[in-house]
């Protein structure tokens, strides 16, 4: 069990000290910022709780005196909660209002602090064994000095949740908005630690054992700090994220139309404005002239379309639950490869879509257009492998 916690400690560690590495490698242009000296403190205060929970974890002392490691994680954890609400606050606004409320919050944070250190003496925390700060051992003292930072942990992480947001749906700036939503989630994450640290403290101060269900505090706590990592990082790195996830996805629709470009090519070469090749350094501009590469190969088929041809279903459990826009995929795939065969027979069908009524779909949404598209080639694929 307590191998399980320290890996929670050191995964929860190496997220903060990720995330405040990326951030200070933004120093240079940034440092005038003040929101984002708050932000490299918040990182620094996190690295700090953690570290010094990965230490507490391995027993013994810090510069002589017992269970320092600990009250050391939970006075930075404190500073760390405040800091964070510190730097949501500038994210939403700069005005006077905005540092009133900073300075209540660095009052609020010193105080608990003050309690917390106060409790510590009090309950004689040196000369403790460090289990009485797992559980709280029924020493009324230390379950005072626990409850008090427990509550010191879940009021940020309600207020942080509360405001998040509001704030999102204030703001313009995708990143952020979208980096406000992380942190709401992490938010609902760390109070379910604090919920499930309060458990572990109430039944054991009643006697009862709720066995590897105490590890439940040290997992949500290591999952939220990894969601916090990444909510605090996101406005830098989520702009870049989203371009790569554009392209795997514009990659992905590039290779899912090739079988069906290449029998048009195949039939009908003209469609290429430039001789095929493997290349994929301007993906949005291959993208684009593979869609209308098939559109025009399409549109050359016409003569060889029949129209009286019956419908065209994916056979056996393909065919299960596909809904209108899959069925008319099916259709339009199957006419497709049976213009080709037309076409290579030299075959014209009498009752053809020559006559100008040929199905295309409005085009001014091209992402609209590649997704029908490829559903049509995923389509035309299937009955490849059937036929």
């Known amino acids: 069990m307590n191998t399980t916690r320290t890996l929670c400690f050191v995964i929860a560690a190496l997220a903060s000290y990720a995330a405040l590495v990326y951030r200070l490698s ?16 918040t990182l620094v205060l996190q690295c700090l709780t953690f570290t010094m929970g990965a230490v507490a974890m391995g027993g013994g002392s810090i510069l002589g005196v017992g269970n320092l490691a600990i009250l050391l994680m939970h006075l930075s954890a404190v500073a760390f909660c405040v800091s964070a609400q510190i730097i949501l606050l500038r994210w939403a606004a700069s005005d006077e209002t905005t540092a009133r409320r900073a300075r209540r919050w660095i009052v609020t944070g010193f105080v608990l602090n003050t309690l917390l250190v106060a409790l510590f003496l009090l309950a004689d925390g040196p000369d403790r064994p460090q289990t009485d700060f797992d559980t709280g051992s029924g020493r009324p003292l230390v379950l005072v000095y626990l409850l008090a930072f427990i509550v010191s942990q879940a009021v940020p992480c309600v207020t942080i949740f509360r405001q998040c947001g509001p704030y999102a749906r204030m703001t313009d700036n995708a990143p952020l908005r979208q980096a406000l939503r992380t942190l709401s989630a992490a938010a609902v994450i760390l109070f379910l630690y604090c919920t499930a640290r309060t458990v572990n403290i109430l039944t054991a101060a009643a006697g009862v054992d709720i066995g590897p269900w105490k590890l439940a505090s040290n997992v949500f706590s290591a999952l939220g700090i990894v969601v916090l990592s990444l909510g605090l990082t996101n406005s830098s790195w989520g702009p870049a994220a989203t371009r790569l996830l554009d392209w795997a996805h514009a ?17 009908s070469p003209d469609i290429a404005l430039e001789p095929p090749g493997a290349s994929v350094s301007d993906l949005d501009y291959r993208l684009h002239r593979r869609v209308v590469e098939i559109r025009d190969g399409w549109r050359d088929l ?50 053809n879509k020559d006559a100008g009524d040929f199905d295309d779909r409005n085009t001014d949404n091209f992402g609209a257009e590649v997704a029908w598209l490829t559903r049509v080639a995923a389509a035309y694929s299937k009955l490849g492998e059937a036929s």
């Open 251 to 267: 990659y992905r629709s590039y290779r899912a139309l090739y079988p069906l470009w290449r029998d048009l090519y195949e039939s």
């Open 26 to 41: 933004q120093a240079r242009r940034s440092w005038k910022d003040s929101a984002y000296r708050t932000l490299i403190t």
């Open 302 to 351: 016409r003569p060889y379309i029949d129209r009286a041809a019956p419908g065209t279903h994916l056979p056996g459990a393909a065919a299960e639950g596909a809904g209108t826009e899959q069925r008319q995929a099916v259709t339009e795939a199957a006419q497709i490869k049976r213009a080709l065969s037309a076409k290579r027979a030299g075959t014209v069908p009498r009752d």
